[in-house]
């Protein structure tokens, strides 16, 4: 009998730039979105996709080096499922991928630690290069996009607060009122 | 067209719920009783472990991925130990993976075997919960007599296994099988017959091979809508030297996962015996292993729950660089999410269980 | 377990385990083990739950919900912690995301290790938590009785504090709630 298979395992090293071109070569190949993930080496980021053929149990991975400041593009467009990995990788590693949809916005765990996968050096080398990245204003469409979201989201998240807030300062005001007639 | 009636509300699902043993929150989103979306929050159960790699030597960490999720505890050591062994090039004696393959699929059968009674807790037949649970102590039997754990097996270490099943519990472990199956026989027979059961499972949470490959579902999920892979089939351990093939339905809803689910319990057996009547007698059950390992290392491995990922990266040192676990539940739920769009309020319990979800191992 | 006279129903959290003492706790309830026979009844309303099983180490999101079952109990209440992860943190003490044990967020009663559990040892665990139970509720009942339903006993601060903020509690005892050991330390 044996193993019924003889599937390939590939990794393929490619640079950003090519991420979202790579990815559609996928899709159209029917592969499915098996895994993605990150990893933290030597003062940058590896970022493994994975995808499996159903049909013939193949396997191939796309590697990505990315600095620590870099934008990465989501590809949430061409696999929906690879949202919740994306939304993983930015909050556990601190990877900067744009335009994520469903966007959890670093409340995907919601646990305390900030990136915990991340070693503090690397942490304040991060911070480093986002200072340096701003100051020179290098905003492409994208950066404007994210930018315009977060905004929205800020909007928001404070009207929500506001309201949290008067709804607890009135129940503060309920119970005094109810103490004071007791 | 009545204006009035399309009111749209947010009810919470979760995390503490009759049908969840475990927390995951759902917000759900209703027109009526009609569920128009879902967003999943998790993180009531993530504590990290993959980072403890760091922190903890290669050989240590065995028990810690074991303690994963307490009902695939030895998939997550087996696919751990695999992605190490592979990194270090160690070749594991035949016997001791013919001991891992019969290990696997005891894990199998007894997952199954409780996501049965969970299931049938999720659509009110309390008599079938309690009789899947009974027939699942005669398989836990099995394991406690063989390994000394019932749930955390603890019998993996890099380099082969730690203990060995003898001839007289062999005897026992084909004389117990027996009974399960014949027992297990008449519980199949109420999940695919019984009006009661088909009313709550024929054509609820229908998805399309399409749907499924496009969100990226696996395992039994998956092959319930006609997907025939079953990872198995790479012939890991000592699945190459064993006949079987991938249990497919086609229909894609509720009933379609019970019936393969509940097959594979029965092709679980079928394995084991094949497994025990193959294994060669040899005395040597591990390989020591030297040096550190480095570089990295991909394994797939079949899950009860389906296709898991380990990735390992080694930098030379006794502590990995990386561990990285994608977990079966972890991919189905987008999978989930799909299903209960434009299904009704009451099945959402339903849907939710019928993806066997292990929030455990999703949020590790 | 002689005096026993009521039948307290059980309400279980997993607060971040690994599941395998969540599935031990349930096969305790069903048939081989059944723990039923000690009058207890597994119910998932916290409203109408006596004793509350904690499974797992705690972390940042699950304490809120734990903090919350709690507070939402009925007088008297008993807390059990099942598994080694629910009574110090376990094998996942060391993790990021880990409080490391039950009573940082809750006074625990009954501490059942194990990992996981067996269900010999839960069902040692229940049995024990049915005795406190009993016993805090005669308290109770003779209390009610001398002053009245909606009488709050103060001069006992073990009661007083198991009503209020769960802080208090370990106040009045004079304890302070266990604190979590930087993970960083080890490296």
Redesign the interface.
């Known amino acids: 009998m044996g193993a019924k298979f003889t599937p390939k395992q590939t990794l393929r090293v490619i640079e950003k730039e090519g991420l979202l071109r790579e990815v559609m070569v996928m899709k159209s190949r029917h592969m499915r979105l098996s895994q993605a993930c990150a990893s933290y080496k030597d003062g940058h980021y590896e970022l493994s996709y994975s995808f499996a053929d159903d049909e013939t149990m193949d396997y191939e991975t796309l590697r990505v080096n990315v600095g620590l400041a870099e934008r990465v593009p989501s590809i949430h467009n061409f696999y929906s499922c690879a949202s919740y990995y994306e939304n993983e990788m930015r909050e556990l590693f601190g990877v900067k991928i744009e335009l994520i949809e469903p966007d959890y916005r670093n409340k995907f765990y919601r646990i305390k630690a900030e990136t915990p996968f991340l070693p503090e050096d690397a942490k304040a080398e991060q911070k480093k290069e986002e200072a340096e990245i701003s100051l020179n204003g290098a905003d492409s469409d994208l950066d404007q996009e994210q930018a315009a979201r977060d905004e929205k989201q800020a909007e928001k998240d404070a009207a929500a607060k506001k309201a949290a807030d008067e709804k607890k300062a009135a129940a503060a005001a309920e119970k005094a009122a109810k103490k004071g007639a007791q | 067209m009545d204006v009035k009636a399309k009111k749209r509300s947010v009810v919470p699902f979760g ?4 049908v969840l ?3 995951i929150h759902l917000d759900l989103v209703l027109e009526d009783e009609k569920v128009v979306d879902v ?1 999943p ?12 790699v ?2 903890r030597d290669f050989n240590q960490y065995v ?2 991925a074991e ?5 695939c ?1 030895f998939g997550h050591g087996l696919g751990y130990v695999e992605a190490v062994e592979k990194l270090m090039n160690v070749e594991v004696p035949v016997r001791a993976k013919y001991l891992r393959t019969i290990w696997g699929e005891m894990g199998r059968i007894h997952s199954h075997l ?1 996501w049965a ?1 969970l299931m049938a807790d999720a659509f009110g037949f309390e008599n079938l ?2 009789q899947c ?2 027939l699942r ?1 005669k398989n836990l039997d099995l394991v406690e007599m063989t390994t000394g ?4 097996y603890s019998v993996n270490k890099v380099g082969g296994v730690l203990k060995d099943i003898t001839p007289d519990m062999q005897k026992v472990i084909l004389n117990n099988l027996s009974e399960i199956e014949v027992e297990l026989k008449d519980i199949y027979k109420t999940f695919t017959t019984d009006y009661s059961v088909l009313e709550r499972t024929r054509g609820v949470g229908v998805l399309t091979k399409e749907q499924v ?4 579902a ?1 395992g039994p999920y998956a092959r319930a809508s006609g ?1 025939e ?1 079953d990872i198995r ?3 890991y351990e000592a699945y ?4 079987f093939e991938p249990v497919v339905s086609t229909d894609g809803d509720n009933f379609a996962r019970c019936d393969v689910r509940l097959r594979e319990v029965f092709q679980s057996i079928d394995l084991i015996r094949q497994a025990i009547a193959k294994m060669p007698a040899e005395t040597d059950l591990s390989v020591p292993v030297k040096g550190n390992p480095d570089g990295e290392a ?1 394994v ?1 491995i079949e899950q009860p729950r389906g ?1 898991a ?1 380990y ?1 390992v ?1 080694g930098n030379g040192t006794k502590f990995l ?2 561990f ?1 676990l ?1 977990t079966p539940t ?2 189905n ?3 989930m999410c799909e299903t209960m769009k434009g299904c009704n309020y009451a099945d959402i319990p339903l849907l939710v269980v019928t993806i066997d979800p ?4 999703t ?1 590790r | 377990m002689a005096n026993v006279k009521r039948s307290p129903w059980l309400l279980h959290y997993d607060a971040s385990s690994c599941n395998g003492c969540d599935i031990e706790v349930l096969a305790s309830l069903t048939p081989v083990y059944d723990a039923e026979r000690f009058g207890v009844v597994n119910t998932a309303d916290p409203m109408q739950a006596d004793i509350l099983l904690v499974t797992g180490g705690v972390n940042a999101q699950s304490a809120e919900v734990v903090k919350q079952l709690y507070d939402q109990m009925a007088r008297p209440k008993v807390v059990v912690a099942v598994g080694v992860c629910a009574c110090t943190g376990g094998v996942f003490k060391d993790c990021y995301n880990i409080n490391g044990g039950v009573d940082t967020v809750i006074p625990v009663d009954v501490y059942v290790p194990g990992c996981a559990a067996r269900p010999e040892s839960i069902i040692d665990g229940i049995v024990k938590a049915v005795a406190i139970f009993q016993e805090r509720s005669d308290k109770h009942d003779k209390y009610v009785k001398e002053h009245g339903e909606s009488a709050r006993d103060t001069s006992d601060p073990d009661a007083a504090a198991r009503d209020g903020n769960p802080a208090d509690f370990f106040n009045a005892l004079g304890k302070k709630p266990q604190e979590h050991t930087d993970h960083k330390e080890e490296k």
Do not use: K, M
Not at chain 2, 15 to 18: A, D, I, L
Not at chain 2, 41 to 52: A, D, N, T, V
Not at chain 2, 149 to 152: A, D, N, P, Q, S
Not at chain 2, 240 to 243: E, S, T, V
């Open positions: 995390p503490q719920h009759p043993p475990e927390p967003i929050s998790i993180g009531f159960i993530h504590r990290g472990l993959e980072e403890l760091n922190r028990y810690i303690r994963t999720c307490g009902i505890s409780l009674g919960f309690y649970w009974r102590e754990g019932r749930l955390i490959h496009d969100l990226g696996c997907v892979r089939q790479l012939g190459g030297d064993l006949d991909l797939r296709e990922v990735y990266e660089n990386r990285r994608r972890f991919a739920i987008p999978a292990c929030i455990s191992c949020e």
